[in-house]
């Protein structure tokens, strides 16, 4: 269970295991840590161990259905599974079972990869700790008193706990990458547009992006291409190919960046971010600058706006999002009390009471006050414009460099409890990852070592142009290889809650 996906890939293709075996032991993991770490929201054994079979019945006859066949893998539960429940950790879709298959699920089923269950999540992906959940909070596996990031802390707690060697994630406003950063995994968000997004109950169509959540960088870059690519029946979908990403980890792995030109982002770093996360960002600078790359300092003068630029834009779409939640057609249904012949108005306004959560509503009425009549022009109006301006930043910055860094987080996973009742505070953790979902950018997540105050895990964080992916690739693959050589191994075997080596 410890080894990567593209190790177990190489181990079925030499017939060294089998899929069934894979996933049996995935599932017996899952059995033994999942009461500690609350990842996943509901299991199913017997589909998996059936596409496991069918598997290991391809690659007997000689016909992989593709590089992944046989090794399994988690969704998070906003993505719709055909005959498996998807409640997206509300209250309000529990127990509702969708009839159709995200695209993303269905490449993930065509290419072989055995589905071990749903994560657990923010409720609609609202959040930045997993704490919001209305099925209980995740726990990072690092230290089971600290949340594993969100909105998709489920999804890199399974990965981190070795309950699942891949993953899907969404990022919103860092939902991937952030929970990444946390618990040691590598997140990638890619370019939007690039992955589809047909089936991913939406919480913001112009923000949400569905990724991966893996152990390497190489095994990103093999999922990615797994799920990426041109989908008609997304509106949004870039009809252009996905790109030589694995060829681009590959390369990266020889830790040979001479010609490659690095921005360190000015407004990304410094005050309000914890002192072992930036000292180990600045180390790992250091260490690409060691591999021939130029590190220069480029300037995003906007990004000091976009928390509260994000903050206006996704409420307000998710606002019209949940609109659809009206207890008229599918998903949780209340009757109000005391009321003998109630309008659908009444069941409408009773069901969202007991179905959506505090974050939910909280964002709804933002959303909606942003909207309305007389505001829209002062607020939501105001934060397109400024999102503009945040894309002219990224265009100006890729002018000067081919790639930008930045932490992925400012602080370390944080205590459960220690944020919930201080939105505000819960807000900032998408600091450094908000800039890339306002551009449509692509970024990845690098663990980058351990914070000396708490030894727990941060993150390196790549970004890159539109379609550009692979240099995202190329770049955390390098970083990953010199990390590794200075580590004598994966950071996560060091990690001491779950039996690592501390």
């Known amino acids: 269970m410890r080894r990567s996906a593209a190790e177990l890939a190489a181990d079925l293709a030499a017939g060294e295991t089998t899929s069934v075996e894979l996933t049996q032991a995935s599932l017996d993991r899952i059995a033994e840590v999942d009461g500690e770490v609350h990842a996943f929201l509901h299991v199913d054994a017997d589909g998996a161990l059936a596409q496991a079979a069918e ?3 391809r690659r007997a006859a000689g016909d992989p259905a593709s590089l992944l066949d046989g090794v399994p893998i988690a969704v998070k539960d906003v993505l719709t599974t055909k005959g498996l429940p998807t409640t997206c950790g509300s209250r309000i879709l529990e127990g509702w079972v969708p009839p ?40 990072n596996p690092w230290d089971l008193g600290r949340i594993p990031g969100g909105s998709g802390g ?5 990965v981190a706990s070795f309950q699942a060697p891949l993953a899907l994630g969404t990022d919103t406003g860092g939902s991937i990458r952030q929970p990444g950063a ?16 047909y089936g991913l109950v939406a919480l913001a169509n112009s923000l949400d992006q569905v990724g991966p959540v893996t152990r390497t960088v190489l095994d990103a870059a093999l999922l990615h291409e797994v799920i990426g690519g041109h989908d008609p029946r997304d509106s949004t979908s870039v009809d252009q190919p996905v790109g030589a990403l694995v060829d681009a980890a590959r390369q990266g792995a020889d830790a040979d960046l001479r010609g490659v030109r690095i921005g360190v982002v000015k407004e990304l770093g410094g005050e309000g971010y914890q002192a072992g996360v930036q000292a180990r960002f600045e180390e790992s600078v250091e260490l690409l600058v060691g591999a021939g790359a130029e590190v220069v300092e480029v300037s995003c003068p906007h990004f000091v706006h976009a928390l509260a630029t994000y903050y206006l834009i ?71 414009k400024v999102r503009t301006l945040i894309s002219r930043d990224f265009t100006a910055a890729f002018e000067q460099a081919d790639v930008l860094v930045s932490p992925t987080a400012p602080t370390t996973a944080f205590k459960l409890g220690e944020k ?43 970004l890159a142009p539109a379609l550009a992916d692979d240099r995202c690739y190329r770049v955390g693959a390098a970083l990953e290889a ?12 060091r990690a001491p809650a779950l039996g690592g080596t501390a």
């Open 55 to 57: 598997s290991d019945a």
């Open 100 to 139: 159709y298959d995200a695209t993303v699920v269905t490449r993930l089923r065509e290419a072989g990869l055995p589905i071990l269950g749903k994560t657990n999540m923010d409720e609609f992906a609202m959040g930045s700790s997993t704490e919001h959940s209305a099925y209980g909070p995740t726990h």
């Open 154 to 158: 489920g999804s890199a707690a399974a």
């Open 182 to 197: 946390v618990t040691g995994t590598v997140g990638v968000k890619p370019t939007y547009g690039g992955v589809s997004r």
């Open 314 to 384: 996704l409420p307000a779409e998710a606002s019209s999002n949940l609109a659809k939640f009206d207890a008229m057609r599918y998903g949780l249904r209340v009757l109000p009390e005391g009321i003998e012949a109630p309008s659908a108005e009444d069941v409408m306004r009773a069901t969202r009471e007991a179905g959506f959560g505090d974050e939910v509503k909280r964002r709804i009425i933002l959303g909606t006050y942003a909207l309305s009549s007389g505001y829209y022009d002062a607020y939501y109006g105001q934060a397109q």
């Open 420 to 462: 919930l009742d201080d939105p505000i505070a819960m807000y900032l953790n998408d600091l450094a990852t908000i800039p890339a979902n306002l551009s449509g950018v692509p970024g990845i997540s690098v663990p980058s070592g351990l914070a000396d105050e708490d030894g727990l895990p941060a993150g390196f964080q790549v």
């Open 482 to 493: 010199l990390l590794l050589d200075r580590w004598g191994g994966p950071l996560l075997d």
